[in-house]
């Protein structure tokens, strides 16, 4: 989406370890209005496959989830980093490695809000190596529902993630893939 590709040359700085910092629309303040654009798209892309729920990972996720939730009419679920290793029996959980912390976490949601008769699209801000959105389908399909795909802002193609979960079969459709990055620029793959 090139309005957005021009936003991330405008304003996103490349930082040491190949992190691209967006905090002045993306994940910190937030311009809601060019998300309402990527929330347009996502709805274009997915209208036809039924979707009922979107469904993202806090915390940053969260802004694009919600806007795409209401292109489609269908609430929006996050999944919750869960702050104990005791979960009840009324979750679904995964783990998820980040690469970005170097840490495993468990993400969890509430049985009550994930079912078979569900079609789910996944949201997020960024996908890097995939762990996250690998997470998160591995809490639909325990729900015995369907991940119908993934729409994402940015993806870190040099990072592999997206290839790796289009390789598992999920469609995944990127508002931005950066082939690569540096402090002399960002190229985005066509
Ligand atoms: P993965 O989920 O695709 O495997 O990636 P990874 O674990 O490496 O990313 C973990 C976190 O870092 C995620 O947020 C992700 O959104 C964020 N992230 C990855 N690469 C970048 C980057 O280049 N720039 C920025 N700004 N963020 C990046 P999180 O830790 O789960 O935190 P939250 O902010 O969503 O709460």
Redesign the pocket.
């Known amino acids: 989406m090139q309005l957005f590709k021009d936003k991330i040359i405008e304003l996103g700085k490349v930082y040491p370890g190949?992190?691209?910092?967006?905090?002045s629309f993306l994940?910190h303040q937030v311009d809601v209005i060019l998300l309402g654009y990527l929330a347009d798209e996502l709805h274009k892309m997915y209208k036809e496959m039924g979707i009922t729920k979107i469904l993202t990972?806090?915390?940053?996720?969260i802004m694009l989830a919600c806007l795409t939730a209401q292109k489609f009419e269908v609430p929006m679920l996050f999944a919750k980093k869960a702050r104990t290793s005791n979960l009840s029996e009324e979750v679904y959980s995964a783990p998820?490695?980040?690469?970005?912390?170097n840490r495993e976490y468990t993400i969890i949601v509430d049985k009550n809000y994930l079912s078979k008769e569900d079609r789910v699209l996944l949201v997020?801000?960024?996908?890097?190596?995939?762990?996250?959105?690998r997470g998160l389908w591995e809490l639909v399909q325990k729900a015995g529902a369907v991940a119908v795909g993934a729409g994402v802002a940015i993806e870190?193609g040099f990072?592999g993630?997206g290839d790796m979960l289009r390789d598992m079969g999920l469609r995944v459709e990127s508002m931005a893939i950066i082939e690569s990055m540096d402090k002399d620029g960002i190229l985005f793959r066509n």
């Not at 190949?18 to 905090?23: C, I």
């Not at 990972?57 to 996720?61: D, F, L, N, R």
């Not at 997020?124 to 959105?133: E, I, P, V, Y």
Request: include cysteine; charge should be negative; charged fraction near 20%.
């Open positions: 190949n992190v691209l910092k967006v905090d994940n990972i806090e915390t940053s996720g998820v490695f980040s690469y970005t912390h997020d801000d960024f996908l890097a190596n995939g762990c996250s959105l870190k990072q993630g």
